[in-house]
């Protein structure tokens, strides 16, 4: 098992910066991938973006270009650095991590954080 514990959200204005932080209860190299996904009121949660294995990471298109994933495996945190906002990217972020267990994958989920963006 894994907790996740966001931090970071908050209101800004529209082309404004925010910095979201998820600390994990374990290391992150045990950890399959690690994520944040984000759901507005009405709509269904959507995936942001990913930490893969290998370095690699993926992001949703509408956020390309504009945030940034990031891990400190030291403090086994993961980061997403959010610039240039719009109001639409207002939501409830969450973390997200899957890990492997045999040939299952567990989803574990964090508390949530709200992010609004003020236009």
């Known amino acids: 098992q894994v907790q996740l514990v966001e931090s970071g959200g908050g209101l800004v204005q529209e082309q404004g910066s925010l910095r979201l932080s998820c600390a994990a209860s374990?290391?992150?190299?045990?950890?399959?991938?690690i994520g944040w996904y984000r759901q507005a009121p009405g709509k269904q949660r959507e995936l942001v973006a990913t930490?893969?294995?290998?370095?690699?990471?993926n992001y949703a298109d509408s956020v390309k270009g504009r945030f940034t994933i990031s891990i400190d495996t030291y403090k086994n945190t993961v980061y997403l650095q959010m610039n240039s906002l719009k109001p639409e990217d207002t939501a409830v972020y969450y973390c997200?991590?899957?890990?492997?267990?045999?040939?299952?994958?567990?989803?574990?989920w964090g508390q949530g954080t709200q992010v609004t963006v003020s236009s």
């Open positions: 997200n991590a899957v890990l492997i267990a045999g040939i299952n994958g567990y989803n574990y």
């Open positions: 374990r290391s992150l190299a045990s950890i399959e991938t």
């Open positions: 930490a893969l294995s290998g370095g690699r990471s």
